[in-house]
Protein backbone atom coordinates (compact mmCIF):
# COMPACT_ATOMS: atom_id res chain seq x y z
CA UNK A 1 0.00 0.00 0.00
CA UNK A 2 1.20 3.66 -0.58
CA UNK A 3 2.71 5.28 2.55
CA UNK A 4 3.42 9.01 3.60
CA UNK A 5 6.54 8.45 5.85
CA UNK A 6 7.02 11.13 8.14
CA UNK A 7 9.81 12.02 10.58
CA UNK A 8 8.75 14.71 13.15
CA UNK A 9 11.85 16.08 14.18
CA UNK A 10 9.59 18.04 17.00
CA UNK A 11 6.30 18.18 18.77
CA UNK A 12 5.74 21.43 18.32
CA UNK A 13 3.46 21.93 21.46
CA UNK A 14 2.98 24.38 23.79
CA UNK A 15 3.19 22.26 26.68
CA UNK A 16 6.48 19.98 27.16
CA UNK A 17 5.49 16.42 26.49
CA UNK A 18 8.00 14.36 28.24
CA UNK A 19 9.69 11.26 26.31
CA UNK A 20 6.97 8.72 26.78
CA UNK A 21 7.94 7.39 22.94
CA UNK A 22 11.15 6.40 24.22
CA UNK A 23 11.34 5.77 27.75
CA UNK A 24 10.57 2.71 29.76
CA UNK A 25 10.96 1.64 33.04
CA UNK A 26 11.37 -2.24 32.30
CA UNK A 27 14.56 -3.17 31.38
CA UNK A 28 13.88 -6.39 29.87
CA UNK A 29 15.78 -6.09 25.80
CA UNK A 30 13.87 -5.88 23.12
CA UNK A 31 14.54 -8.28 19.78
CA UNK A 32 12.96 -8.48 16.78
CA UNK A 33 14.14 -10.64 13.33
CA UNK A 34 12.18 -10.08 10.42
CA UNK A 35 12.76 -12.17 7.19
CA UNK A 36 12.04 -10.19 3.77
CA UNK A 37 13.81 -12.27 1.09
CA UNK A 38 12.24 -9.84 -1.26
CA UNK A 39 14.06 -7.12 -0.23
CA UNK A 40 17.49 -7.39 0.38
CA UNK A 41 20.20 -4.84 0.62
CA UNK A 42 17.23 -2.18 0.98
CA UNK A 43 16.90 0.13 4.42
CA UNK A 44 14.58 -0.51 6.94
CA UNK A 45 13.31 1.55 9.53
CA UNK A 46 11.16 0.46 12.78
CA UNK A 47 8.82 3.02 13.46
CA UNK A 48 5.79 3.69 16.17
CA UNK A 49 2.94 5.93 15.90
CA UNK A 50 2.59 9.30 18.51
CA UNK A 51 0.96 12.11 19.07
CA UNK A 52 -0.14 11.57 15.58
CA UNK A 53 2.59 11.44 14.04
CA UNK A 54 5.00 8.65 12.87
CA UNK A 55 8.48 8.06 14.35
CA UNK A 56 11.47 6.17 12.89
CA UNK A 57 12.74 4.30 16.23
CA UNK A 58 15.67 2.49 14.80
CA UNK A 59 16.66 1.44 11.19
CA UNK A 60 19.22 -1.00 9.60
CA UNK A 61 19.99 -2.81 6.72
CA UNK A 62 18.32 -6.26 5.36
CA UNK A 63 21.09 -8.78 5.26
CA UNK A 64 21.91 -10.53 1.88
CA UNK A 65 20.16 -13.92 3.17
CA UNK A 66 16.95 -11.17 3.41
CA UNK A 67 16.74 -10.67 7.63
CA UNK A 68 16.68 -7.46 8.94
CA UNK A 69 17.64 -7.44 12.72
CA UNK A 70 16.65 -4.97 16.01
CA UNK A 71 17.71 -5.29 19.42
CA UNK A 72 17.85 -2.59 21.89
CA UNK A 73 17.90 -2.90 26.34
CA UNK A 74 15.07 -1.90 26.98
CA UNK A 75 11.34 -3.44 25.71
CA UNK A 76 9.33 -1.56 23.55
CA UNK A 77 6.20 0.44 24.89
CA UNK A 78 2.89 -1.42 24.50
CA UNK A 79 1.31 -0.09 21.18
CA UNK A 80 0.93 0.13 17.51
CA UNK A 81 4.47 -0.04 15.25
CA UNK A 82 5.39 -0.55 11.63
CA UNK A 83 7.70 -1.51 9.58
CA UNK A 84 8.78 0.43 7.06
CA UNK A 85 10.68 0.24 3.28
CA UNK A 86 11.05 3.13 0.92
CA UNK A 87 9.37 3.83 -0.97
CA UNK A 88 5.73 2.39 -0.17
CA UNK A 89 5.81 -0.97 1.52
CA UNK A 90 5.19 -1.00 5.16
CA UNK A 91 3.32 -3.36 7.34
CA UNK A 92 2.04 -2.56 11.31
CA UNK A 93 2.04 -4.39 14.21
CA UNK A 94 1.09 -4.32 17.31
CA UNK A 95 3.60 -4.87 20.58
CA UNK A 96 1.51 -6.30 23.70
CA UNK A 97 2.49 -6.99 27.19
CA UNK A 98 5.91 -9.43 27.46
CA UNK A 99 6.27 -9.69 24.08
CA UNK A 100 10.20 -8.39 23.62
CA UNK A 101 11.00 -11.29 20.86
CA UNK A 102 9.12 -10.98 17.94
CA UNK A 103 10.14 -12.76 14.66
CA UNK A 104 8.03 -12.38 11.21
CA UNK A 105 8.06 -13.68 7.84
CA UNK A 106 6.70 -11.06 5.26
CA UNK A 107 5.60 -11.63 1.47
CA UNK A 108 5.23 -8.19 -0.10
CA UNK A 109 2.83 -9.90 -2.48
CA UNK A 110 0.73 -12.10 -0.47
CA UNK A 111 -0.21 -10.70 3.00
CA UNK A 112 -1.75 -13.98 4.14
CA UNK A 113 1.44 -15.85 3.53
CA UNK A 114 2.87 -13.27 6.42
CA UNK A 115 3.80 -15.02 9.63
CA UNK A 116 4.56 -13.88 13.12
CA UNK A 117 5.68 -15.20 16.60
CA UNK A 118 5.92 -13.88 19.83
CA UNK A 119 3.76 -11.45 19.39
CA UNK A 120 -0.27 -12.81 19.77
CA UNK A 121 -1.49 -9.44 19.37
CA UNK A 122 -0.05 -8.96 16.02
CA UNK A 123 -1.61 -12.15 15.25
CA UNK A 124 -4.76 -11.28 16.02
CA UNK A 125 -4.43 -8.10 14.00
CA UNK A 126 -3.14 -9.90 11.17
CA UNK A 127 -5.57 -12.25 11.04
CA UNK A 128 -7.95 -9.25 10.88
CA UNK A 129 -6.55 -7.31 8.47
CA UNK A 130 -6.50 -10.26 5.75
CA UNK A 131 -9.96 -11.00 6.27
CA UNK A 132 -10.99 -7.41 5.77
CA UNK A 133 -8.36 -7.35 2.78
CA UNK A 134 -10.35 -9.96 1.51
CA UNK A 135 -13.89 -8.61 1.63
CA UNK A 136 -12.68 -4.80 0.34
CA UNK A 137 -11.34 -6.83 -2.84
CA UNK A 138 -14.47 -8.38 -3.28
CA UNK A 139 -16.62 -5.05 -2.92
CA UNK A 140 -14.00 -3.62 -5.27
CA UNK A 141 -14.60 -6.65 -7.71
CA UNK A 142 -18.38 -6.60 -6.97
CA UNK A 143 -18.01 -2.63 -8.04
CA UNK A 144 -16.62 -3.38 -11.35
CA UNK A 145 -18.81 -2.43 -14.72
CA UNK A 146 -17.16 -5.10 -16.66
CA UNK A 147 -18.18 -8.59 -14.53
CA UNK A 148 -21.43 -10.38 -15.73
CA UNK A 149 -24.71 -10.22 -13.44
CA UNK A 150 -23.74 -13.71 -12.90
CA UNK A 151 -20.61 -13.02 -11.76
CA UNK A 152 -21.45 -10.01 -9.69
CA UNK A 153 -24.22 -12.53 -7.91
CA UNK A 154 -21.69 -15.15 -7.30
CA UNK A 155 -19.21 -11.95 -5.90
CA UNK A 156 -22.04 -11.00 -3.47
CA UNK A 157 -22.46 -13.99 -1.71
CA UNK A 158 -18.66 -14.48 -1.32
CA UNK A 159 -19.09 -10.77 0.21
CA UNK A 160 -22.12 -11.59 2.42
CA UNK A 161 -20.03 -14.63 3.41
CA UNK A 162 -16.53 -12.92 4.43
CA UNK A 163 -19.02 -10.18 6.31
CA UNK A 164 -20.30 -12.54 8.48
CA UNK A 165 -16.87 -14.34 9.36
CA UNK A 166 -15.54 -11.19 9.96
CA UNK A 167 -18.46 -10.31 12.37
CA UNK A 168 -18.38 -14.06 13.95
CA UNK A 169 -14.27 -13.50 14.61
CA UNK A 170 -14.63 -10.47 16.44
CA UNK A 171 -17.38 -11.65 18.29
CA UNK A 172 -15.35 -14.13 19.41
CA UNK A 173 -12.39 -12.55 19.54
CA UNK A 174 -13.36 -9.64 22.02
CA UNK A 175 -15.68 -12.15 24.26
CA UNK A 176 -12.54 -14.94 24.93
CA UNK A 177 -10.25 -11.83 25.22
CA UNK A 178 -11.05 -9.22 27.01
CA UNK A 179 -7.34 -8.06 28.02
CA UNK A 180 -5.72 -8.79 24.94
CA UNK A 181 -3.93 -5.39 23.39
CA UNK A 182 -4.87 -6.74 19.86
CA UNK A 183 -8.80 -7.16 20.94
CA UNK A 184 -8.91 -4.43 21.97
CA UNK A 185 -7.19 -2.23 19.47
CA UNK A 186 -9.62 -3.95 16.94
CA UNK A 187 -12.78 -3.42 18.95
CA UNK A 188 -11.43 0.35 19.21
CA UNK A 189 -11.89 0.50 15.41
CA UNK A 190 -15.84 -0.70 15.90
CA UNK A 191 -18.34 1.87 15.37
CA UNK A 192 -20.93 2.11 18.52
CA UNK A 193 -23.59 2.12 16.24
CA UNK A 194 -26.86 4.66 15.89
CA UNK A 195 -30.57 3.84 16.58
CA UNK A 196 -31.48 4.87 12.96
CA UNK A 197 -29.06 4.43 9.97
CA UNK A 198 -31.35 5.84 7.83
CA UNK A 199 -32.95 8.72 9.62
CA UNK A 200 -36.26 9.65 7.67
CA UNK A 201 -36.78 12.59 9.73
CA UNK A 202 -35.25 15.55 11.96
CA UNK A 203 -35.87 14.18 14.76
CA UNK A 204 -34.44 10.76 14.15
CA UNK A 205 -31.52 12.51 12.45
CA UNK A 206 -31.04 14.44 16.33
CA UNK A 207 -31.57 11.64 18.08
CA UNK A 208 -28.80 9.81 16.39
CA UNK A 209 -27.01 12.82 17.48
CA UNK A 210 -27.22 12.73 21.07
CA UNK A 211 -26.75 9.15 21.12
CA UNK A 212 -23.72 9.54 19.22
CA UNK A 213 -22.35 11.80 21.82
CA UNK A 214 -22.90 9.75 24.43
CA UNK A 215 -21.70 6.52 22.99
CA UNK A 216 -19.28 7.71 20.69
CA UNK A 217 -15.72 5.96 22.63
CA UNK A 218 -18.33 3.05 23.87
CA UNK A 219 -15.33 0.82 22.37
CA UNK A 220 -12.21 2.63 23.82
CA UNK A 221 -10.75 2.86 27.29
CA UNK A 222 -9.95 6.70 28.01
CA UNK A 223 -7.32 5.57 30.61
CA UNK A 224 -6.11 3.57 28.20
CA UNK A 225 -2.48 5.24 27.08
CA UNK A 226 -1.49 2.38 24.51
CA UNK A 227 -4.76 4.18 22.34
CA UNK A 228 -2.68 7.18 22.00
CA UNK A 229 0.64 4.96 20.23
CA UNK A 230 -2.00 4.27 17.50
CA UNK A 231 -3.25 5.34 13.97
CA UNK A 232 -6.50 6.30 14.53
CA UNK A 233 -7.36 6.81 18.31
CA UNK A 234 -6.70 11.03 17.92
CA UNK A 235 -8.49 11.17 14.48
CA UNK A 236 -11.43 9.72 16.80
CA UNK A 237 -11.09 12.27 18.75
CA UNK A 238 -11.27 15.32 16.09
CA UNK A 239 -14.16 13.84 14.21
CA UNK A 240 -15.99 13.40 17.86
CA UNK A 241 -15.67 16.93 18.03
CA UNK A 242 -16.12 18.42 14.75
CA UNK A 243 -19.04 15.91 13.79
CA UNK A 244 -21.37 14.99 16.94
CA UNK A 245 -21.21 17.60 19.36
CA UNK A 246 -23.23 20.85 18.50
CA UNK A 247 -21.14 23.64 16.61
CA UNK A 248 -21.72 26.05 19.45
CA UNK A 249 -17.89 27.37 21.62
CA UNK A 250 -19.95 26.34 25.05
CA UNK A 251 -21.03 22.79 23.45
CA UNK A 252 -17.15 22.44 21.91
CA UNK A 253 -15.80 23.50 25.52
CA UNK A 254 -18.34 21.25 27.55
CA UNK A 255 -17.03 18.37 25.30
CA UNK A 256 -13.80 18.67 25.50
CA UNK A 257 -13.92 19.13 29.67
CA UNK A 258 -15.58 15.88 29.76
CA UNK A 259 -13.11 14.10 27.75
CA UNK A 260 -10.11 14.99 29.98
CA UNK A 261 -12.21 14.51 32.58
CA UNK A 262 -12.85 10.46 31.40
CA UNK A 263 -9.19 10.18 31.37
CA UNK A 264 -8.05 11.58 34.90
CA UNK A 265 -7.02 8.27 36.21
CA UNK A 266 -4.73 8.11 34.76
CA UNK A 267 -2.03 10.31 34.46
CA UNK A 268 -0.27 9.71 30.72
CA UNK A 269 -3.97 10.24 29.27
CA UNK A 270 -4.96 12.74 31.26
CA UNK A 271 -1.81 14.89 30.01
CA UNK A 272 -1.52 13.73 26.71
CA UNK A 273 -6.10 14.61 26.25
CA UNK A 274 -5.49 18.35 28.22
CA UNK A 275 -2.32 18.69 26.02
CA UNK A 276 -3.61 17.91 23.05
CA UNK A 277 -7.14 20.08 23.26
CA UNK A 278 -5.50 23.01 24.72
CA UNK A 279 -2.24 23.37 22.34
CA UNK A 280 -4.86 22.57 19.50
CA UNK A 281 -7.77 25.42 20.32
CA UNK A 282 -4.39 27.96 21.39
CA UNK A 283 -3.35 27.57 17.63
CA UNK A 284 -6.69 27.51 16.30
CA UNK A 285 -8.04 30.44 14.10
CA UNK A 286 -11.54 29.33 14.68
CA UNK A 287 -13.49 31.98 16.36
CA UNK A 288 -14.81 30.46 19.41
CA UNK A 289 -12.06 27.90 19.96
CA UNK A 290 -10.85 30.23 22.74
CA UNK A 291 -14.03 29.09 24.60
CA UNK A 292 -12.60 25.49 24.57
CA UNK A 293 -8.56 26.36 26.21
CA UNK A 294 -9.86 29.04 28.77
CA UNK A 295 -12.64 26.42 29.61
CA UNK A 296 -9.95 23.54 30.49
CA UNK A 297 -7.65 26.06 31.95
CA UNK A 298 -10.16 26.93 34.63
CA UNK A 299 -11.22 23.48 35.18
CA UNK A 300 -7.89 21.65 35.00
CA UNK A 301 -4.90 23.85 35.47
CA UNK A 302 -6.21 27.48 37.46
CA UNK A 303 -4.64 26.87 41.34
CA UNK A 304 -3.63 23.46 40.55
CA UNK A 305 -0.04 22.20 40.56
CA UNK A 306 0.70 20.39 37.58
CA UNK A 307 4.10 18.78 37.23
CA UNK A 308 4.69 19.11 33.73
CA UNK A 309 4.17 22.58 33.08
CA UNK A 310 6.25 24.83 34.16
CA UNK A 311 5.90 28.21 36.04
CA UNK A 312 6.95 30.06 32.66
CA UNK A 313 3.88 28.38 31.03
CA UNK A 314 1.39 28.94 34.12
CA UNK A 315 2.27 32.52 33.47
CA UNK A 316 1.94 32.48 30.12
CA UNK A 317 -1.84 30.67 30.10
CA UNK A 318 -2.67 33.20 33.18
CA UNK A 319 -2.26 36.04 31.43
CA UNK A 320 -3.85 34.86 28.21
CA UNK A 321 -6.91 33.45 30.44
CA UNK A 322 -7.31 36.98 31.97
CA UNK A 323 -7.77 38.90 28.27
CA UNK A 324 -10.86 36.61 27.52
CA UNK A 325 -12.28 35.53 30.98
CA UNK A 326 -14.74 38.18 30.74
CA UNK A 327 -15.52 38.31 26.89
CA UNK A 328 -15.63 34.75 25.31
CA UNK A 329 -18.08 34.25 22.64
CA UNK A 330 -21.63 33.42 24.62
CA UNK A 331 -20.99 35.53 27.21
CA UNK A 332 -23.28 38.61 28.29
CA UNK A 333 -20.91 41.50 27.52
CA UNK A 334 -20.18 43.89 30.68
CA UNK A 335 -22.02 46.96 30.22
CA UNK A 336 -19.69 50.03 30.68
CA UNK A 337 -21.02 53.44 31.78
CA UNK A 338 -19.04 55.74 29.92
CA UNK A 339 -19.39 59.51 27.75
CA UNK A 340 -20.60 59.98 24.20
CA UNK A 341 -18.82 62.88 22.57
CA UNK A 342 -21.36 65.24 23.41
CA UNK A 343 -20.88 64.98 27.31
CA UNK A 344 -23.79 62.49 28.20
CA UNK A 345 -23.53 59.28 29.98
CA UNK A 346 -24.42 56.05 28.46
CA UNK A 347 -24.94 52.45 29.51
CA UNK A 348 -23.47 50.50 26.73
CA UNK A 349 -25.70 47.61 27.34
CA UNK A 350 -28.78 49.70 27.21
CA UNK A 351 -28.63 50.56 23.40
CA UNK A 352 -31.33 48.93 22.00
CA UNK A 353 -30.60 47.76 18.69
CA UNK A 354 -30.58 43.89 16.61
CA UNK A 355 -26.54 44.12 16.68
CA UNK A 356 -24.14 46.38 18.37
CA UNK A 357 -20.47 46.42 17.60
CA UNK A 358 -18.49 47.52 20.17
CA UNK A 359 -15.64 48.93 18.42
CA UNK A 360 -12.03 49.94 20.41
CA UNK A 361 -10.35 51.82 18.13
CA UNK A 362 -7.09 54.70 18.91
CA UNK A 363 -6.79 57.96 16.86
CA UNK A 364 -2.95 57.24 17.46
CA UNK A 365 -3.16 54.03 15.89
CA UNK A 366 -1.61 53.59 12.56
CA UNK A 367 -3.89 50.74 11.58
CA UNK A 368 -7.22 52.39 12.96
CA UNK A 369 -6.87 55.65 11.12
CA UNK A 370 -7.21 53.66 7.90
CA UNK A 371 -9.86 50.84 8.91
CA UNK A 372 -11.89 53.20 11.12
CA UNK A 373 -13.56 55.09 8.08
CA UNK A 374 -13.51 51.98 6.14
CA UNK A 375 -15.79 50.31 8.82
CA UNK A 376 -17.71 53.48 9.24
CA UNK A 377 -18.47 53.72 5.36
CA UNK A 378 -18.61 49.97 4.36
CA UNK A 379 -20.28 48.47 7.38
CA UNK A 380 -22.26 50.76 9.46
CA UNK A 381 -23.66 52.92 6.37
CA UNK A 382 -24.62 49.59 4.77
CA UNK A 383 -26.80 48.11 7.65
CA UNK A 384 -27.85 50.81 10.02
CA UNK A 385 -31.06 50.98 8.92
CA UNK A 386 -31.44 47.35 9.64
CA UNK A 387 -31.00 46.96 13.48
CA UNK A 388 -27.24 47.79 13.42
CA UNK A 389 -25.38 49.84 16.01
CA UNK A 390 -22.20 50.69 16.15
CA UNK A 391 -20.14 52.18 19.77
CA UNK A 392 -17.10 53.16 18.54
CA UNK A 393 -15.03 53.63 22.35
CA UNK A 394 -11.78 55.32 21.60
CA UNK A 395 -9.15 53.95 23.95
CA UNK A 396 -6.90 56.95 23.72
CA UNK A 397 -6.24 59.88 26.25
CA UNK A 398 -6.47 63.16 24.08
CA UNK A 399 -9.76 64.30 23.90
CA UNK A 400 -8.78 67.20 21.59
CA UNK A 401 -7.36 63.86 19.10
CA UNK A 402 -10.45 62.17 19.33
CA UNK A 403 -12.75 65.22 18.54
CA UNK A 404 -10.67 66.17 15.56
CA UNK A 405 -10.23 62.26 14.15
CA UNK A 406 -14.01 62.17 14.49
CA UNK A 407 -14.72 65.52 12.41
CA UNK A 408 -12.09 64.92 10.05
CA UNK A 409 -13.45 61.59 8.62
CA UNK A 410 -17.17 62.52 9.37
CA UNK A 411 -17.75 59.85 11.83
CA UNK A 412 -21.13 61.30 13.32
CA UNK A 413 -23.34 59.07 12.49
CA UNK A 414 -23.06 56.36 14.96
CA UNK A 415 -22.21 56.38 18.66
CA UNK A 416 -19.22 58.16 19.74
CA UNK A 417 -17.53 57.32 23.17
CA UNK A 418 -14.74 57.27 25.66
CA UNK A 419 -13.81 57.03 29.01
CA UNK A 420 -10.82 59.79 29.06
CA UNK A 421 -11.06 59.41 33.33
CA UNK A 422 -10.97 55.36 33.18
CA UNK A 423 -13.45 54.94 35.54
CA UNK A 424 -15.11 52.12 33.90
CA UNK A 425 -12.16 50.04 33.54
CA UNK A 426 -13.23 48.84 30.02
CA UNK A 427 -9.64 47.13 29.98
CA UNK A 428 -10.40 44.82 32.82
CA UNK A 429 -13.18 43.14 30.87
CA UNK A 430 -12.51 43.83 26.96
CA UNK A 431 -9.17 42.95 25.57
CA UNK A 432 -8.18 46.01 24.07
CA UNK A 433 -4.44 44.94 24.16
CA UNK A 434 -4.68 45.37 20.39
CA UNK A 435 -6.64 47.78 18.11
CA UNK A 436 -9.18 48.04 16.37
CA UNK A 437 -10.76 45.33 18.56
CA UNK A 438 -14.45 43.99 17.68
CA UNK A 439 -17.14 42.24 19.82
CA UNK A 440 -20.54 41.73 17.98
CA UNK A 441 -23.75 41.96 20.56
CA UNK A 442 -27.12 40.39 19.69
CA UNK A 443 -29.85 42.34 20.58
CA UNK A 444 -29.90 40.67 24.03
CA UNK A 445 -26.28 42.08 24.20
CA UNK A 446 -24.53 38.14 24.01
CA UNK A 447 -21.28 38.17 22.25
CA UNK A 448 -21.68 36.30 19.23
CA UNK A 449 -18.80 37.24 17.22
CA UNK A 450 -15.19 38.81 18.45
CA UNK A 451 -11.64 39.47 17.09
CA UNK A 452 -13.11 39.96 13.48
CA UNK A 453 -11.78 42.27 10.39
CA UNK A 454 -13.56 44.20 7.98
CA UNK A 455 -13.89 41.62 5.52
CA UNK A 456 -15.21 39.05 7.75
CA UNK A 457 -17.83 41.65 9.53
CA UNK A 458 -18.88 41.83 6.32
CA UNK A 459 -19.43 37.90 5.70
CA UNK A 460 -21.31 37.90 8.96
CA UNK A 461 -23.20 40.60 8.55
CA UNK A 462 -24.54 39.61 5.03
CA UNK A 463 -25.26 36.25 6.43
CA UNK A 464 -26.95 37.92 9.63
CA UNK A 465 -29.20 39.95 7.33
CA UNK A 466 -29.92 37.70 4.19
Known sequence: MKYRFLLILSLLLYFKVE???????????????????????????????????????????????????????????????FLYIKPDYQVDFLIGSEQNNIKFTLNENDIKANKVSGSKDTEVLWQYIQMTYNADRLREQIENSNISDKEKSAKEKELNKAQKDIDSYKKALFKQNTDLWGALYIKGLEPTGIPYPEPKTQEEASENRKYGKLHYFDNINLTD?????????????????????????????????????????????????????????????????????????????????????????????????????????????????????????????????????????????????????????????????????????????????????????KLTGWINC????????????YDVSGTPSVLVLDKDKRIIAKKLDLENLQKLFNYLYQ
Open 418 to 429: ADLNYKSQYWMH
Open 225 to 409: PRFWRTNYFENYIDTYLQQWVEASPDSLASAASLLVKKTIDNDICFERMLSKLINESIKSLKMGDKNIWSRLYEDYIMGKNISWIDSTQYLKLGQMYEKIKNNRIGMYAHNLRVQTISGDSINTNGIDSKYTILYFYSPSCGYCVTEVPKMYNELYSKYKDKGLEIIAFNVGSSKEDWIKFINDN
Open 19 to 81: AQINTNNNTQSFQLEAVIPTQKGKKIYLGQYWNSGTYAIDSTFISDEGIAKFSSPESKLEGQY
